[in-house]
Structures are given as C-alpha cells and as structure tokens.
Nanobody, 124 residues
Framework: QVQPVESGGGLVQAGGSLRLSCLLS????????MGWFRQAPGKEREFVAA????????YYADAVKGRFTISKDSAGKTVYLQMNSLKPEDSAIYYC?????????????????WGQGTQVTVSS
C-alpha cells in the first residue's frame, strides 16, 4: 500500500512562508518520482513541483519558480515543499503525489498515488 500523507498547511499572510511535508505511509519514497500539485476552488488540479528518481531532475511550474523549493530528506522518507513569498493566488489544496515508475511528470495522470491534501490559505 502506497499512501502519501501531507501536513503543514495553514493560514498565512501574503509574503509569508509555509513548509509542507509528505510521507509515504509505511515506506520510503526511494525509486519513486514525487510531485506536488494544487487545486483551487473551481479550477483544475495544477502542477507545482516535482522530482524524478530517474535522472534526478527537479522542476517547477512557472508560477512558483524562484519562490517554492521541493526537497527531500536523506533517509528517503519525507518530501518537502518550502513555499516563500506566498501570494493570495497560491491559496489552494495542495496534494502530494507519487509515481512508482520514477518518472512522474507535470501531468496528474503521471502519478498513481495521491494524498488527501492540505489546505493552504494566503490572506492579502
């Protein structure tokens, strides 16, 4: 059973920071591609950031580049999304996703495992 579990969401003022965490329940993410997506009310789920296990690539959506950083711990258990200079338009439910093939990608269809999401609200 592969189950991502997110934590760290909350309410923050514009310009502030939050760090989201994601665990794969009961296992490490070694070999997996891991991604962060978000979905605001009335909008489609959109890509935020990801890293691939194959090739070790890290990539970001243009809307968050330079403000958000995806990282992982050395034990291979936790994936982080550091979010700085937050804007009201960053408000959404943030989802952690995992892909067993290690490829991942920018499309939600590239991931087979999803967490329940954590709410991020940025006030102006």
């Amino acid at each position: 059973q592969v189950q991502p579990v997110e934590s760290g969401g909350g309410l923050v003022q514009a310009g502030g920071s939050l760090r989201l965490s994601c665990l794969l329940s009961g296992r490490t993410f070694i070999g997996f591609a891991m991604g962060w997506f978000r979905q605001a009310p009335g909008k489609e789920r959109e890509f935020v950031a990801a890293f691939t296990w194959i090739g070790g690539y890290t990539y970001y959506a243009d809307a968050v580049k330079g403000r958000f950083t995806i990282s992982k711990d050395s034990a291979g258990k936790t994936v982080y999304l550091q979010m700085n200079s937050l804007k009201p338009e960053d408000s959404a439910i943030y989802y952690c996703a995992a892909d067993r093939s290690g490829k991942g990608g920018r499309a939600p269809a590239g991931y087979g495992y999803w967490g329940q999401g954590t709410q991020v609200t940025v006030s102006s």
